[in-house]
């Protein structure tokens, strides 16, 4: 907690005026009897998203290269892997297995999406999950 915000589990909201509608949200959890398996402790998959609803479609490419040198940290651009996907325009993922990390870029039409997960679950599972959000944003 800081300044009465929970930063590890919050949602905000921002606008520009080429990204009207901007959504970040910070999830952090705790299962219960479940722990990592390098033994550092419980086990506490977290996500953070961002998502932006563009004024023009034509930046999302842009976008998502952006978002991918901001976020990358120590990563080399060619550990981001662009996959094929019937519903999506763009999708770039990385996985570092060593720190349980999934990261997920994708768009459709004007809209784009982050997910950077710590944690067990799939990367698949995870690009599905990305492709029912961006599409419920189209709606």
Known sequence: MNNKVDWSNRYSYNWSPLAPL??????????????????????????????????IAGLTDNLIDDLISRERF??????????????LDLLM????????????YASKENIVMYVRYWGYADINTLIENVNEKIALMLD
Request: proline content about 3%.
């Open 22 to 55: 901007q959504y970040e949200t910070n999830e952090n959890g705790v299962v219960p009897g479940k722990r990592w398996e390098d033994g550092s402790g419980k086990y506490t998959p977290s996500m953070d998203t961002r998502i932006f609803q563009l004024r």
């Open 74 to 87: 120590t990563y080399s651009r060619e550990d981001y892997v662009q996959m094929k996907h019937s519903d």
């Open 93 to 104: 993922v990385h996985e570092d297995s060593k720190f349980s990390l999934k990261e997920v």
